[in-house]
């Protein structure tokens, strides 16, 4: 299975700062990942897609880059709505596997 | 708009038998793959199964192959998750979720609330 792993496991920000999560996978997936947003008690919201293609509706603060096993999720501009918890998972094997989760803290 | 709505969990004991039922609406459920993804108390989400539009192809995590099946039914726009020989790890709330209308697959897109299955003596 491909491993994927997520950094920081946590983390605490202000309001308008620049929010960086990176994903490294175990092996080659491509551009084959997505983020995802979950709030307590929710269920998880797709953010973006194919790495870097942001979804229907999401706001554009948000964004993805990255492939091959390096990938990185970017909130510009961080605001209090934010606070979740982020996933990435690749889609380029079976099993799809996720990352382990950043909990998302407002300072 | 798409609504999936999960429903079947509930406390069962190790080594019984569980039905989920996911039913679909708001879309042409004939034409989408269908997930099921689970999460454990306070823990990661876990991808659990995979079944295709038509119903043909079925993808499974190993630990729980042979033990677990996913199935549909087209004509009532619903999916299901038979799960047998249950274990505590199981334990997790089940979501279903729809694959996205792009040009990969594996892609959970719209999700259900999600049913709490609770494995315990």
């Known amino acids: 299975d491909i491993q994927m792993t997520q950094s920081p496991s946590s983390l605490s920000a202000s309001v308008g700062d620049r929010v960086t999560i990176t994903c490294q996978a175990s092996?080659?997936?491509?551009?084959?990942l997505s983020w995802y947003q979950q709030k307590p008690g929710k269920a998880p919201k797709l953010l973006i897609y194919?790495?870097?293609k942001l979804d229907s509706g999401v706001p554009s603060r948000f964004s993805g880059s990255g492939s091959g096993t390096d990938f990185t999720f970017n909130i510009g501009s961080l605001q209090p709505e934010d606070i979740a918890t982020y996933f990435c998972?690749?889609?380029?094997?079976?099993?799809?596997?996720f990352g382990q989760g950043t909990k998302l803290e407002i300072k | 708009q798409v609504q999936l709505v999960e429903s079947g969990g509930t406390v069962v004991q190790p080594g019984r038998s569980l039905r989920l039922s996911c039913a679909a609406s708001?879309?042409?459920?004939?034409?989408?793959?269908m997930h099921w993804v689970r999460q454990a108390p306070d823990k990661g989400l876990e991808w659990v199964a995979v079944?295709?539009?038509?119903?043909?192809?079925?993808n499974y995590r190993d630990s729980v192959k042979g033990r677990f099946t996913i199935s549909r039914d087209n004509s009532r726009t619903t999916l299901y998750l038979q799960m047998n020989s249950l274990r505590a790890e199981d334990t997790a709330v089940y979501y279903c979720?729809?694959?996205?209308?792009?040009?990969?697959?594996?892609?959970?897109?719209?999700w259900g609330q999600g049913t709490l299955v609770t494995v315990s003596s």
């Open positions: 092996e080659d997936i491509s551009n084959y």
């Open positions: 079944i295709s539009f038509d119903g043909n192809n079925k």
């Open positions: 998972q690749q889609y380029d094997n079976l099993p799809y596997t």
């Open positions: 194919d790495a870097s």
């Open positions: 979720a729809r694959e996205g209308n792009y040009d990969s697959t594996g892609i959970p897109v719209d």
């Open positions: 708001g879309f042409t459920f004939s034409r989408y793959g």
